[in-house]
């Protein structure tokens, strides 16, 4: 098979989140499991630190792979949803897993995957971990995929378990409140296994704590222990300063991230609280963290996250696609202050529109889409319900028409934002 047929195949066999939602989630670890004593607990030959929340977890995740590289270490790095390529998911020191790896694993292991039948996600994690362990990564940093209790990632015994927030996201499936999604996140907590929460949020953070206990692990909440200030950008600059404070301490520690969402300063903040938990225990130092920020993007290939693509008219795509996410990049937006905004976006048609249209701007011009997966809403639909909310534009059946719309009437001091979705972002990019 080529690569191409191979990820077809996958996609057509598994059922995969990402493509059609709830009907691809399994509420049990049997298939993981099975698969993890079919290739030999590959897991258990690397050190890993797990990462897990509503928003920031990619970041953050992307961000910690970026310092372990710095320092040296072969690290390995999943991720989860792709935005073009399934290889982004899977990373060895920056670099995606070869197609040929992905061609060989279906190849020579498919009688398993027939008679398992996983998930596409379960089936990938499988791929990761078997990759990382023949490909003698030192420490790896793993992304939950959904919830925490019982993703397909929380088999590993990690160095670290790290939790950034909790949001409303995946309400269906993890429950329906914040304390119930908490409980599934705070699943990852291991036995002796310390914790960093980055936000400290309080309703839940008792939550945290009390599980905590109950495993014997350590536990410190990141905003406690340090606050990022993130310095005003200029989006010719490529970049963003960015100062931290510990508490209790006078000094400040500066840096820049090519990472410019207003968001990332928190995510900063629980990486500094992560580095400082485990520097002693991987020997790493302070050049390692401020160099593995700024050269996050290079070192692994982070897109997507308040991202210009274009600068006259300004073009920046988000894949904030909760109310906590979008409400930052929504303010952010404003406070550029262009002379007209431009909004693409779609959703997928599980989403409750009710907690994230009231977070757009009335007074921009809407270009709703859909994007090219079986779990795109209508745009038709989407153009509907935005109304209700005093959100008035045209339909288009493709992302690119949408985007050929909004450049042909936008000025060079417009801007233009693309979001609501990741995969309406993975289109774009």
């Known amino acids: 098979m080529t690569y191409k047929e191979t990820i077809e195949f ?39 630190i797990h990462i897990a929340g509503t928003n920031g977890k990619g970041s953050v995740s992307h961000m910690m792979a970026s310092v372990l590289q710095e320092a040296g270490y072969r690290t390995g790095l999943y991720t989860s949803p792709h935005l073009k390529d399934f290889r982004e998911r899977i990373r060895v020191n920056g670099s995606m897993i070869p197609e040929e790896e992905v061609i060989g694993f279906v190849e020579k292991h498919h009688i398993i995957i027939e008679n398992i039948k996983p998930s596409f996600f379960e089936m990938s994690v499988a791929m990761a971990f078997d990759f990382f362990a023949r490909s003698e990564v030192e420490i790896a940093v793993v992304e939950v995929g959904l919830g925490g209790r019982l993703d397909s990632t929380n088999i590993i015994s990690p160095v670290l378990s790290v ?27 291991k036995e002796h296994v310390p914790v960093i929460i980055g936000e400290k949020q309080e309703t839940i953070s008792d939550l945290f ?17 340090f606050s990022c200030t993130m310095e005003d950008f200029d989006i010719f600059s490529g970049g963003r300063n960015f100062i931290i404070k510990e508490t209790g301490r006078r000094e400040t520690i500066s840096g820049l991230t090519p990472l410019i969402g207003d968001y990332q300063g928190k995510n900063i903040t629980t990486l500094f609280q992560v580095f400082k938990s485990v520097k002693d225990t991987l020997n790493l130092n302070e050049c390692n963290l401020l160099d593995g920020i700024r050269n996050v ?70 270009y709703f889409t859909r994007a090219a997966i079986p779990r795109a809403l209508d745009e038709h639909i989407l153009q509907s319900k935005a109304e209700a ?41």
């Open 10 to 48: 996958l996609y057509s066999y598994l059922p995969a989140y990402h493509r059609i939602g709830k009907a691809a989630y399994k509420d049990n670890l049997d298939n993981t499991q099975a698969l993890d004593e079919y290739f030999g607990h590959p897991h258990r030959k690397f050190r890993s």
């Open 163 to 189: 939790i950034t927030n909790i949001g409303h996201d995946h309400m269906d499936l993890l429950g329906g409140t914040l304390e119930k999604v908490a409980i599934e996140k705070a699943g990852i907590i």
């Open 209 to 225: 704590t009390a599980k905590a206990n109950e495993t014997g692990s350590e536990i410190c909440f990141a905003e406690s222990n």
């Open 297 to 366: 993007i290079k070192n692994t290939g982070i897109q997507g996250r308040f991202q210009i693509l274009n600068k006259s008219p300004l073009i920046i795509c988000d894949t904030a696609h909760n109310s906590e996410g979008l409400e930052y990049v929504m303010r952010q937006v404003a406070g550029i202050g262009a002379r007209k905004v431009h909004m693409i976006i779609g959703f997928v048609s599980d989403k409750d529109l009710s907690l994230v249209l009231p977070l757009f701007p009335v007074n921009a011009a809407y």
């Open 389 to 429: 909310y005093g959100l008035n534009g045209r339909c288009y059946s493709t992302v690119d028409e949408a985007l050929g719309a909004a450049k042909s009437a936008a000025s060079g001091s417009d801007l233009i934002f693309i979001g609501g979705s990741t995969f309406i972002v993975a289109e774009i990019i």
